[in-house]
């Protein structure tokens, strides 16, 4: 099993051993709260969000994490204050701009999953490119869910098997959990299995709700701007002791 060591700062005793998540989820809440308690505007922080998504990264793909999907817009937050939404949009814009150089050193590609045709023009610019530049990247997948919604993303699927259906390509007894999965946004990035939510909301909200069927949950207090490298740790230290039986015994049960 893996020993790491991430430098001075971040280092974590030699001898704990801990399973790492091959696909983790983490829904980026808590921006508004932590902006809050700063007697800040809002916008202060969604930015200390969004640089905190590049620590993230960075310390996911050093513990070996291969795809890390953040949920960063919903198809529910279009519901909140025009400047809020204006906000959000710029910024994302502004975080490619800025940090795509540093994910480049750390190996890390770069996709996008939710209705993004439904997205102004600048912003589908943005994705097309990031992800053009980004492919031939190795150490991690960052998966940015942008104007995401897991219901959306499976009426998505709906939508895709039944033009499948009615152009004679399959046959409706055919249709199986698999031809749903496969007909999902990023059919081949694994379900996750683990989930993160900081700022102590105990729901998904919309996120990944196919994929989620059997991840690992894990909700923290501490607000996402502030969720760093002893947070994420933790989390990894909770899913190593986690029992995942899919339905089935335990491995001593079974026996
Ligand atoms: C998450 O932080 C960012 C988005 C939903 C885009 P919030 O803005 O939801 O922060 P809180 O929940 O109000 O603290
Ligand atoms: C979930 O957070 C969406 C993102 C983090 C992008 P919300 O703040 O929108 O979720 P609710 O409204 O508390 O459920
Ligand atoms: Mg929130």
Not at 90 to 96: A, M
Not at 172 to 193: A, G
Not at 202 to 217: D, G
């Amino acid at each position: 099993m893996a020993i790491l060591g991430f430098g001075k700062k971040n280092t974590i005793n030699e001898d704990e051993q801990l399973k790492i998540p091959v696909s983790l989820g983490v829904i980026m809440d808590g921006n508004g709260r932590w902006a809050k308690k700063r007697m800040l505007p809002r916008s202060a922080g969604h930015r200390a969000g969004a640089e905190n998504l590049k620590e993230l990264c960075r310390n996911c793909g050093n513990y070996g994490v291969k795809y890390l999907t953040v949920y960063a817009f919903s198809t529910e937050n279009w519901s909140r204050p025009t400047d809020e939404v204006n906000t959000l949009m710029d910024l994302f814009v502004e975080f490619w701009e800025k940090y795509d150089p540093e994910l480049e050193q750390e190996g890390i590609r770069v996709r996008f999953t939710g209705d993004i045709d439904a997205l102004p023009d600048r912003i589908k610019e943005v994705c097309k490119k990031g992800e053009e530049r980004s492919k031939h990247r190795q150490k991690m997948q960052l998966i940015v869910a942008f104007n995401y919604g897991g219901r959306r993303e499976i009426v998505h699927s709906c939508q895709n098997i039944a033009r499948l259906v009615k152009e004679g390509k399959l046959n409706v007894e055919d249709i199986s959990e698999e031809t749903i999965s496969d007909n999902l946004y990023l059919p081949d990035v694994p379900d996750p299995d683990l989930i993160i939510r900081p700022s102590g909301e105990q729901r998904l909200s919309n996120f990944l709700l196919w994929e989620s069927a059997y991840s690992e949950l894990w909700v923290s207090d501490c607000l996402w701007p502030d969720f760093g490298f002893d947070e994420l740790t933790e989390a990894f230290r909770a899913y190593t002791n986690r029992d995942r039986r899919f339905g089935g015994l335990s491995k001593e049960d079974n026996k």
